[in-house]
T-cell receptor
Framework: KAGVTQTPRYLIKTRGQQVTLSCSPI?????VSWYQQTPGQGLQFLFE???????NKGNFPGRFSGRQFSNSRSEMNVSTLELGDSALYLC???????????FGSGTRLTVV | DQQVKQNSPSLSVQEGRISILNCDYT??????FLWYKKYPAEGPTFLIS?????DKNEDGRFTVFLNKSAKHLSLHIVPSQPGDSAVYFC?????????????FGQGTILTVHP
């Protein structure tokens, strides 16, 4: 069965630009979460979407946004990129709490 | 404020022996706990979870223990294998409609020597 697919795998952007990352969850999984991983801060929760609605939000500035489509695919957008946004962005999906989350391989974003 | 802490950055064990990874938490509202394994350049892989109504959960070589009064959980791997070498993260959620918001520890690097 297909896993969680994130595109692109690698991305290089310039400060001030914006970026959109995509996540296709496992079929049937309605909950999709996004995380940022950096060496200094570890894995930090960005937001979670369930049935096209943002259900939970982490402590990130408004430059970070996301959405979920009717087929459960999700996108996250970062506007006005800063050097500190360089990180591995991970998407995860689950059919329910007791199943744990299945993570994608991530998108490595580098801001120069 | 780090609500989930893994105080040991690394752990080294011999193949065949037991690996014990520890995790402490401060938020008493957490009611669901998970362990993940992560290899470089890959996303974390779910290993095992435990609800706060239990104190132990087993799955093959992996057992998670939860001590709610001490706000402590541990992951036991028996027997340890070289393929278990990876970074291990514990994570917690407050459940309900917030189960999608996981708070992760900083991770422990496990090295299993042949």
């Amino acid at each position: 069965k297909a896993g969680v697919t994130q595109t692109p795998r690698y991305l290089i952007k310039t400060r001030g630009q914006q970026v959109t990352l995509s996540c296709s969850p496992i079929s049937g999984h309605r909950s999709v979460s996004w995380y940022q991983q950096t060496p200094g801060q570890g894995l930090q929760f960005l937001f979670e979407y369930f049935s096209e609605t943002q259900r939970n939000k982490g402590n990130f500035p408004g430059r970070f946004s996301g959405r979920q489509f009717s087929n459960s695919r999700s996108e996250m957008n970062v506007s006005t990129l800063e050097l500190g946004d360089s990180a591995l962005y991970l998407c995860a999906s689950t059919p329910g709490q007791s199943y744990g989350y299945t993570f994608g391989s991530g998108t490595r974003l580098t801001v120069v | 404020d780090q609500q989930v802490k893994q105080n040991s950055p690394s752990l080294s064990v011999q193949e065949g022996r037991i690996s014990i990874l520890n995790c402490d938490y401060t938020n008493s509202m957490f009611d669901y706990f998970l362990w993940y394994k992560k290899y470089p350049a890959e996303g974390p892989t779910f290993l095992i979870s435990i609800s706060s109504i239990k104190d132990k959960n087993e799955d093959g070589r992996f057992t998670v223990f939860l001590n709610k009064s001490a706000k402590h959980l541990s992951l036991h791997i028996v027997p340890s294998q070289p393929g278990d070498s990876a970074v291990y993260f514990c994570a917690a959620s407050t459940g309900g409609t917030s189960y999608g918001k996981l708070t992760f520890g900083q991770g422990t690097i496990l090295t299993v020597h042949p």
